[in-house]
């Protein structure tokens, strides 16, 4: 869902914010928030939320439309209000759009930082050497 760094793009932006003077801790709490701003953003354009507003919208307009419909433009479609069905059937797809992206919600992405940048500890050999391959 939200957009991971590469590898290439996290170390080099790393080694910048080495060169300015920041810590490791420093640098893995800048990353950790930006990957949090992006997951939001996932979030706030899921395509459920997109596709069921429009579905909905337009559903309401068309039911609308169904309901004002005069018997001689239902007689032009053999006797069925097909504005009415077709509105009342694109307001049912977009409720279930709504309601699947509320009980169902993206996942969050969860931060990887070591638990020594939380503690403000200096970071731990292993951890520099992961870091470097990454």
């Given at each position: 869902?939200?957009?991971?760094?590469?590898?290439?793009e996290?170390?080099?932006a790393a080694?910048?914010?080495?060169?300015?003077?920041?810590?490791?801790?420093?640098?893995?709490?800048e990353?950790?928030?930006?990957?949090?701003?992006?997951?939001?953003?996932?979030?706030?354009?899921?395509?459920?939320?997109?596709?069921?507003?429009?579905?909905?919208?337009?559903g309401?307009i068309?039911?609308?439309?169904?309901?004002?419909?005069?018997?001689?433009?239902?007689?032009?479609?053999?006797?069925?209000?097909?504005?009415?069905?077709t509105?009342?059937?694109?307001?049912?797809?977009g409720?279930?759009?709504?309601?699947?992206?509320k009980l169902?919600?993206?996942?969050?992405?969860?931060?990887?930082?070591p638990?020594?940048a939380?503690?403000g500890?200096?970071?731990?050999?292993?951890?520099?050497?992961?870091?470097r391959?990454?």
């Amino acid at each position: 869902m939200s957009e991971q760094f590469e590898p290439s793009e996290r170390a080099e932006a790393a080694e910048r914010l080495r060169r300015a003077g920041y810590s490791e801790a420093d640098v893995q709490r800048e990353v950790t928030e930006l990957e949090e701003k992006s997951a939001t953003a996932a979030r706030i354009f899921d395509l459920r939320r997109i596709i069921g507003g429009l579905f909905v919208v337009y559903g309401v307009i068309v039911t609308i439309a169904g309901l004002t419909d005069s018997d001689a433009e239902i007689d032009k479609a053999q006797g069925i209000n097909i504005n009415l069905w077709t509105g009342l059937g694109m307001l049912a797809l977009g409720i279930f759009f709504l309601a699947w992206l509320k009980l169902r919600p993206a996942a969050p992405v969860t931060p990887t930082l070591p638990p020594e940048a939380v503690d403000g500890e200096p970071p731990r050999a292993e951890w520099r050497r992961r870091t470097r391959r990454s």
